[in-house]
């Protein structure tokens, strides 16, 4: 039977559109691999082998918007849906905004965000790796078991054209190491847990140590209890700080703004944190796992700096928001075959400052270490931050006992402004990074 | 493990980079996805039904092959969905969008591994492919034989009449039309609105190797209404819901127009409201939504998963005394119109009404077909997956804490300083310490046994056992929330209910900024 290429494909599917009524027509496909080795107690829990494919259409007619998804590639069933989908879209309100990106621009090279040994790594490579993950983590005293052990690795392929601008590809691979470990003292249990993701193999962190780390942290957890509510200073450390960070990340998204659902709404140009932050959004970054040539709607993709010393400098856009504010694309649309593009966070990171974190602790007589964060806890439209948060007191100057069952709290802008130092400890291991970071004077709500 | 309420677009594609980490194909390499297919949809009028191709006989050859190197169980999971999406923003509407996907899954588990393998078109070849693929988790352990399959009469709990899903489009579109304008009306300072509908038709096929065969459809209905007020430097955002497994008659006891003024209303309290408090103090919590207490604290722990791991605080306590002797929870897949309810689960068990917990007392565990085997029990009916792609999970359904005989408005009196959780957000839970989080969207100081001033929101937190213990009385005025409610764990999202009548704790701590 006749298998197609997928650039002819895209062609069928956005020709078949444009024959129905599409004035302008966007065609996005994926094909995603996807390999994961659950390991626990001993034994493989889990072997996945996916490979999913799907197929998004946007339709434009009268500058009124319409899409469509599918994983199902029949023709007839195509046509189907593609006539249903202009006339749906016809109910929508026509918007000026409504254009597709027609500028074409070549795609960002020397990404490094594919690595071929995603091809010849094999399940029985992955369990391995999965192993020393569990057997690392029950070298470290007092862990009795793990929640899961976990190796894998994802090849993306996306294919993308429009009315404007022709076919253009890319393929990507991410690899991962994730484990979570029980420690137990007896009396309580607790849940540490360490991942690394990269997109070349080579760049991972060792299953020994991110094992032994996971194994590390559930230990640390024991014996952790409230303390009474308070207002000090607070640190993020690194990974905590990330979260921090991919919790404000929508505050900078150029529809929330336009649409008054951020607390930055009406600031750019200003001052909205310390000068000790600069925050970009690195949609080029060499082997960054939010790195892509062309962004989910064919733009051009970039480094933006949203957070220059503390001053405010660019929104995040789609090519709509984009133009309803008047600026230039930033390349931030982000999609799956399922998704209409929206503004998405590439590699999204506070830039490194020049504090060791071991001195950011001495300089505080009383106050809180922040080692992770759990839940909800942005209102992003009122700028209001509250988090269930873990971690250690700072007593004098020097890391005291384990705590949890509190909260910190805070506005955000007081927030920003008020970080008064910066580590140096940025590490990849997410789309959202930063190094550690110190905040004033936040309230700890407690015992 | 997390619950929140719909989620956004954005959130949508970050979750997507979890949700891609589905299961085990067959024929994965390569560009062989352009393949004829054997047979169409049959769904809103599109294409074929699934049993054309998934017969009596074609699935009793899956499910042989299957279990072809052994096996404790095997099971043939076929599902299509009908999806609409419309988005009104900024007095818009913004974008229209269908989808359709649809596909089948083979899984075999062997004591306490799973073999899982999926395929995107629903083609006899490429599921007997899969059921190989899912096989190979059992080394020769010798071939089982499955049971054949016979067609099951289902009884479903409920009938939907005119599903909201099937209306006409203009409909669809009035409603959120009206909405928008009912919200605007509220007041000049409502500065934006946003709606989010979304409604699907969802047909499912399931073979198991136990000899069952069934065929169920169901529909589901979302509406959200987010809503901006903004007054000087401050800016609210309220919010309000609608949905469930509902017909048309719904909205006439549900106004959309009056559900979409709360949502601007709340702003405006909330544009008003003072920082909330900090530390630790009494909370009575609203009926309805406030469940998230309930399913964030006990029912995730309950989980057959992390039960039979031991990895669970509530690991071992069957019959134990796990909360305050007034404390009744159940899960109930069968709830009228409940957005968890269903007539089969999704690996064929039909869905059914759990006591949990009663008297305080651990009466249950939520068991999907695989703990249930390795806890030596039957399964309650609560296998669940987020589609085809996904093997299933032991998951809540309609999950609440039961009417006690509090008269709800003596739940204040005799707090001094406390806190009135009135709406609440999305909330996790960590349930090996028992430690979680739920989020409060709009809350009330109560003062010398009365509700005084509007607060802003907080998270409030505690732990499962020990909040449990301090449950000082259950109202009767049990409401289960069938409009929100969406339950994310490893990755997958399933639709939920959660309910519970006013409950008042003797202290959970609040999260303000307020010392």
Known sequence: MPTSRPDEVLNNVRSMAERSGAAEAETYFEFVRFVEVRYREGEVELLQQSAITGLGLRVLRDRKMGFLYTTNLNRTVLDELVVRTIALASQATPRDENRLPDQQFPPQTNLEIEDPYADRITPQDLIVLAKALEDNALLVNKVKTTQTARAGYVVGETHFSNTFIPYQTFRNTQFWLYCSAVATDGTQKRVGSFTDRKRNFQDLTTPDRVGRKAGERAVARLGAKPVPSARVPVIFEAEAAGGFLGGLFGAFSGLNVLEQRSFLAGKRGSVIASPLLTIVDDAILRRGLGSRPFDGEGSQTRRNVVV???????????????????????????????????????????????????????????????????????????????????????????????????????????????????????????????????????????? | MAIDEPISRRDFLRHGAVLSGAALAAGASGLSWLKPPDADAAIMGIGKELRDVLNLETVNQILIEALKRGGDFADLFAEQRFRTMIVLDDQKIDSVTYGYPRGAGVRVFFRKQTGYAFSDEIAYNDLLDAAHVASAVVLNQGIVA??????????????????????????????????????????????????????????????????????????????????????????????????????????????????????????????????????????????????????????????????????SL??????????????????????PNGRGSYTVDDEGTPGQRTVLVDGGYLQSFILDRQSAFLLNQKSTGNGRRMSYRQWPLPRMTN???????????????????????????????????????????????????????????????????ETMQRIEGIGSDLQVDQTRGMCGKDGQMVPVGVGQPTVRFASITVGGTAI
């Open chain 1, 308 to 447: 220059d010393r503390g001053v405010l400098t660019r929104y995040l856009h789609t090519a709509a928001t984009a133009r309803r504010d008047g600026v230039n694309p930033t390349g931030s649309a982000w999609r799956g075959y399922d998704s209409l593009p929206a503004v998405g966070a590439s590699n999204f990171y506070v830039d490194n400052g020049s504090s060791k974190l071991s001195s950011m602790i001495e300089q505080v007589p009383n106050g809180l270490l922040v080692t992770g964060t759990a839940g909800f806890g942005f209102d992003l439209a009122a700028g209001d931050y509250s988090q269930q948060v873990e971690g250690n007191w700072i007593e004098k100057g020097k890391l005291g006992r384990p705590v949890e069952g509190i909260t910190v709290a805070g506005k955000i802008s007081d927030m920003l402004t008020g970080v008064d130092a910066v580590g140096r400890d940025l590490d990849f291991r997410s789309q959202f990074c930063s190094p550690s970071i110190r905040f004033k004077e936040l309230t700890v709500g407690g015992a």
């Open chain 2, 146 to 311: 499955p049971v054949d399959v016979r067609a099951r009469v289902l009884t479903p709990p409920f009938s939907v009449m005119n599903p909201v899903a099937l209306m006409n489009e203009n409909t669809k579109f009035d409603i959120i039309r009206r909405m928008d304008a009912a919200a605007r009306s509220v007041s000049p300072k409502i500065v934006s609105v946003r709606i989010e509908y979304q409604d699907e038709a969802r047909d499912t096929l399931i073979g198991t190797s136990d000899g069952g065969y069934a065929i169920d459809r169901q529909y589901l209905v979302s509406i959200g209404c987010s809503v901006t007020a903004v007054n000087g430097p401050d800016r609210r955002t309220g919010r309000s819901f609608l949905g469930g497994r509902v017909g048309e008659d719904y909205f006439l006891r549900r106004d959309p127009e009056a559900v979409a003024k709360d949502a601007a209303q709340q702003a405006m309290t909330l544009l008003g409201a003072d920082p909330a408090p900090a530390g630790s103090m009494p909370v009575v919590i609203a009926p309805g939504w406030g469940g998230v207490l309930i399913h964030e604290s006990f029912g995730h722990a309950l989980e057959g998963d992390s039960i039979r791991r031991g990895t």
């Open chain 2, 314 to 335: 509530l690991s071992g306590l069957m019959g134990q005394k796990i909360g305050s002797p007034h404390l009744r929870v159940i899960d109930d897949a069968l709830w």
């Open chain 2, 399 to 465: 999950t609440y804490i039961d009417r006690g005989t509090d008269d709800p408005a003596s739940l204040l009196s005799g707090i001094t300083k406390g806190f009135y959780a009135a709406d609440l957000g999305g909330g996790s839970v960590d349930t090996t310490s028992g430690n979680f989080n739920f989020a409060v969207q709009l809350g009330y100081l109560i003062e010398n046994g009365q509700r005084t001033k509007p607060v802003r929101g907080a998270v409030l937190i505690g732990n499962s056992l």
